[in-house]
């Protein structure tokens, strides 16, 4: 979509009148609900949606990490890249939940995903304990909420991740509200209530051992919003549809359903909110309270909502609270202030010509303001260190870069470049921060420009140099020379993996990825450059390799680095019979078969050229990619889920041959310990869990004090031809540069 197709569509997702109904709903009550996770996604949006829609709750979530060991359904970031994008992603979500965002991690490594984890105290190990409950305290005194509710229990069969989240939860309750833990992470808070899912966490990925607690309580569900209609699982897949590197948003077709909790030390209950204040009358506000109730009761009547909004205004601008309530009362009278905002029908919007702003290169402010009841209206640029506007034209200064892990998002107060926005509405002076229509990034102007970032050698073929585009003219690799546009390699060059900085003026420089997605603003991550540079032996067979992939991998252009003649199958040439002959070998990549148009269509073609001679190797595919085990395979193989009780997250797991002298572990490239060592992350997941006698178990590896699973690499004879399904993260490996992984993948396409 164009630009301004894009503000459209936003524009009508987003009705001025639905607007106001939810943000006058957030004057029912007082109090804040922090959920915690480990993901962005974990979130139970669809609980939240009725806490914040229905009931009025102030909502917030807290998140450990932010993703970046995740999958990817859209695109090929990974790492820190994928961090970034789901950081963005979670803050979109959170947007249409009028939900506060908090984050632990706050830089690329820190706190991070790593990766599968079957246990919470080796999952604290690897974050730093102390370090994630300070940082967890410290969001607590912040957000100060009344209720905490982790979204997972800490239980077995349960990931790691989340089980260190809940246990921490336990721990927070107490050193949050402590003085002598951390003066220097805000005033002490007490939270009121810890409340724990009262339901089992089993499903696609996890499978927990234990029941779940007792359910003492229930949030009900099962009515909806009577302006827009919503049912709140609706509502809360709206959010949802937010994360899609994680393929989610999905059309709500259960049956609406209430959400059961366990109060932790307490006994039954009516609501969540017992025992707590529910509204300002509480409070001893009750005249403002009653000014709140009367501006709902007169949706949509605006002239009549305005009085009475602003005499709440009024009444808490002079009301006196205990200390300990007083954030209650500022986060009120905020709220207060976009409702006589949106009831003013005054509308002020901004946006730039351009995603990106870079020094030197000042981008067009534009700046719309209609009337309404609003009068003395004053509008600024919020702007951070860096930025500047003169005019319409705003600025950034060299060496400024957006944040790509901010700390949080707050719907009330937006990250800069906003607006602030000064009104008087109905008598009383309003202050607002509202986000641009789309909020630009900066780049830094000092960044060196590098092509590839990571790139292989194999020292076992005669194939040309690398190609290394390097800029400006200034920057140098640290060390190696670039030769008419390719790297130098030493004639004595030998394997192993080399971390080539780049430097321009003789200091280390930066690079900039540019990320983006029709659904996020645009985010920046600026990191050292530095060529990751991987001397390979890797045997290879004489083959002809078609490429079935779906965007999700790097496979292909791997295998071309080291030397094989791949072709990546266009539409027509995967639906030509006559194509699929001229291969000796086809892979069908990560996730094709979901996302592969056509694909699933072909697979009866595909079996037939695999009896007919043809070597079949299908990468990792979950139950949900469209896997049918009767179907996807030429014989019966079924991907286990659970996916906790089919994977090996030790990446330095033991792997032990059970045919060793099969070809796919001994030709070109014999396999042998030194291909198992120097993993990332984890070994590999949705293992096979049963399959046709067809197929022969090649390896055998699991987790610390587990059973051994066997489903990693299965092999089959197929007519005259060979399928093998492979489990193992190859893609990842060999974006990781692991020399094992491009050995094996070399074995998996040498011909039958």
């Not at 200091?507 to 530095?530: E, M, N």
Request: glycine share 8%; with cysteine; hydrophobic share 45%.
């Amino acid at each position: 979509m164009t630009p301004d197709q894009t503000r459209l569509e936003a524009d009508r997702a987003a009705p001025r009148i639905l607007a106001l109904w939810q943000a006058l709903t957030a004057l029912r009550s007082p109090l804040t609900f922090l959920q915690s996770g480990a993901h962005p996604d974990d979130e139970i949006s669809a609980m939240l949606a009725a806490l914040r829609f229905r009931d009025g709750l102030h909502i917030a979530y807290v998140c450990s990490t932010r993703g970046e060991g995740g999958q990817n359904d859209i695109g090929q970031e990974a790492g820190a890249a994928l961090g970034t994008l789901r950081t963005a992603e979670m803050e979109a979500a959170a947007a249409r939940l009028d939900m506060d965002m908090y984050w632990l991690s706050q830089r690329p490594g820190d706190i991070a995903d790593f990766g599968f984890s079957k246990h919470g105290e080796e999952t604290l190990d690897r974050w730093g304990r102390d370090r994630t409950l300070a940082r967890f305290v410290q969001v607590v005194r912040r957000a100060r909420p009344d209720i905490l509710c982790p979204t997972f229990l800490d239980v077995p069969g349960q990931h790691g991740h989340h089980r260190a989240m809940t246990l921490l939860a336990h721990e927070v309750m107490q050193a949050a509200a402590d003085p002598a833990f951390g003066s220097d992470l805000g005033p002490v808070w007490q939270v009121a209530k810890l409340y724990l899912p009262a339901w089992s966490g089993a499903g696609q990925a996890y499978d927990d051992d234990l029941p779940p607690p007792e359910a003492t309580v229930k949030v009900h569900g099962t009515d909806r919003d009577p302006v827009s209609g919503w049912t709140w699982g609706r509502m809360g897949q709206h959010s949802r549809a937010m994360h899609r590197t994680q393929g989610m948003g999905r059309w709500p077709s259960e049956v609406p359903h209430d959400w059961p909790l366990h109060l932790v030390g307490g006994g039954v209950e009516t609501a969540v909110t017992n025992g707590l204040p529910t509204s300002l009358a509480d409070l001893d506000l009750g005249p403002a309270q009653a000014a709140c109730d009367a501006a709902i009761a007169a949706f949509p009547d605006t002239t009549r909502i305005l009085p009475e909004a602003a005499r709440a205004t009024a009444l808490l601008r002079h009301a006196t609270v205990a200390p300990e309530h007083a954030h209650r009362v500022a986060t009120k009278i905020a709220q207060l202030h976009r409702v006589l905002w949106l009831a003013s029908g005054t509308e002020v919007r901004a946006t730039v010509d351009r995603d990106w702003i870079a020094p030197g290169d000042p981008a067009q402010l534009i700046l719309e303001v209609s009337e309404g009841a609003a009068e003395a209206v004053s509008v600024s640029p919020l702007l951070d260190p860096g930025w500047s506007a003169e005019g319409d034209r705003l600025s950034v200064a060299p060496g400024t870069t957006s944040d790509p892990y901010p700390e949080a998002w707050l719907p009330l107060s937006p990250p800069a470049p906003a607006l602030s926005v000064m009104a008087e509405v109905a008598g009383e002076a309003i202050s607002m921060v509202l986000p641009f229509d789309r909020t630009p990034a900066a780049l830094p102007g000092d960044a060196v420009t590098l092509s590839p970032q990571a790139e292989v050698v194999n020292l076992s073929t005669k194939a040309p140099a690398p190609d290394v585009r390097l800029s400006p003219d200034a920057a140098t690799l640290d060390g190696w020379r670039i030769v008419d546009g390719k790297l130098a390699i030493p004639d004595d060059a030998r394997p192993g993996l080399h971390e080539i900085p780049v430097l321009l003026n003789d200091a280390p420089a930066l690079t900039v990825q540019q990320i983006q997605a029709a659904h996020t603003a645009p985010r920046v991550l600026a990191q050292p450059a530095i060529l990751r540079l991987a001397m390979l032996e890797v045997a290879l067979a004489p083959a002809r390799v078609g490429y079935i992939g779906a965007g999700r991998d790097r496979v292909a252009h791997w295998l071309r680095r080291i030397g094989m003649g791949v072709t990546e199958l266009s539409d027509a040439q995967l639906a030509d019979d006559a194509a699929l002959a001229q291969f000796d070998s086809l892979v069908i990549g990560i996730f094709a078969l979901r996302f592969r148009p056509g694909l699933l269509e072909r697979m009866p073609a595909i079996h037939a050229w695999t009896r007919a001679g043809g070597n079949l190797t299908t990468l990792y595919h979950r139950p949900w990619d469209n896997w049918d085990p009767e179907a996807a395979p030429p014989a019966r193989l079924q991907v286990g889920q659970p996916s906790l009780r089919w994977r090996v997250t030790d990446e330095a797991a033991v792997v032990t041959h059970l045919v060793p002298d099969h070809p796919v572990l001994n030709g070109p490239n014999p396999i042998g310990p030194q291909d198992w060592q120097g993993w990332h992350k984890e070994r590999g997941l949705y293992f096979a869990s049963s399959w046709d006698a067809a197929y022969t178990p090649l390896l055998s590896m699991s987790d610390p004090d587990e059973q051994p699973l066997h489903g990693a690499l299965v092999s089959a004879d197929i007519g005259k031809g060979r399928h093998t399904h492979c489990a193992l993260i190859l893609h990842h490996q060999m974006n990781a540069l692991v020399p094992g992984a491009f050995r094996l993948m070399a074995n998996l396409v040498a011909p039958v």
